[in-house]
């Protein structure tokens, strides 16, 4: 395994289109992590799971964001009806331990809404 | 809650030492993390402290002081590769939390 894998590593919508991104974390890692990030912020957490459940979900994630980890394994982050601030870098990250002593992250998904 | 305190930018020359502070508070402290992240990529990982005192790796050394809330991490010989932000994070019993990191220009 070579680490936390997220696709597509671009992604260019149209305001108000559906966008879904998939996350593939470090295979024996229970845990599971999205966050955003804007440019000149640090990254923003928004949800994570450990298994199959959601555990946590950010103030910021609003009701058009939803994600799922149906079978433990792959995370999708699906963002309905885009708007231009939504453009951002969306990152996924993976741990074992509950301190998350061994946090990786993906490379990202950049979304950017025209 | 959590806060997170770094300088947002930093300058240091080429071989020269520079050290990035970070000050926080949070509640159910495991350890802290550093993360250098290059722009328009993800973070990747450089340290993680759980006990007080200074652990190296290479030309990075990370400091933790637990009572303190305080850490820092070291970078020495500096290169223009260097040149990148630094995410100091908090481990609790919630997930990351970051702040918006420090911005390191490495110049010639």
């Known amino acids: 395994d070579t680490g936390v894998s997220q696709d597509p590593r671009h992604k260019i919508t149209k305001r108000g289109q559906n966008v879904t991104f998939r996350c593939d974390p470090i295979?024996?890692?229970?845990?599971l992590y999205w966050y955003r990030q804007t440019l000149g912020q640090g990254p923003e957490f928004l949800t994570y799971?450990?298994?199959?459940?959601?555990?946590?979900k950010s103030r910021l994630l609003s009701d058009r964001f939803s994600a799922e980890r149906p079978k433990g394994s792959f995370s999708t982050l699906e963002i309905q009806r885009t708007e231009q601030g939504d453009s951002a870098m969306y990152l996924c990250?993976?741990?074992?331990?509950?301190?998350?002593?061994?946090?990786?992250f993906g490379p990202g998904t950049r979304l950017t809404v025209l | 809650g959590q806060n997170i305190d770094q300088p947002t930018e930093m300058t240091a020359t080429e071989g020269a030492i520079v050290q990035i502070n970070c000050t926080y508070q949070?509640?159910?402290?495991?350890?802290l993390f550093w993360y250098q992240q290059h722009a328009g990529e993800a973070p990747t990982f450089l340290s993680y402290n759980v006990l007080d005192g200074l652990e190296e790796k290479g030309r990075f050394s990370s400091f933790l002081s637990r009572s303190k809330g305080y850490s820092y991490l070291l970078l020495k010989e500096l290169q223009m590769k260097d040149s990148a932000s630094y995410l100091c994070?908090?481990?609790?019993?919630?997930?990351?939390?970051f702040g918006k990191g420090t911005r390191l220009s490495v110049i010639a």
């Open positions: 994070a908090p481990s609790g019993n919630t997930p990351l939390v």
């Open positions: 949070t509640s159910g402290f495991n350890g």
């Open positions: 799971f450990q298994n199959e459940a959601q555990l946590e």
């Open positions: 295979s024996e890692h229970n845990r």
């Open positions: 990250a993976s741990s074992l331990a509950s301190t998350g002593a061994d946090t990786f």
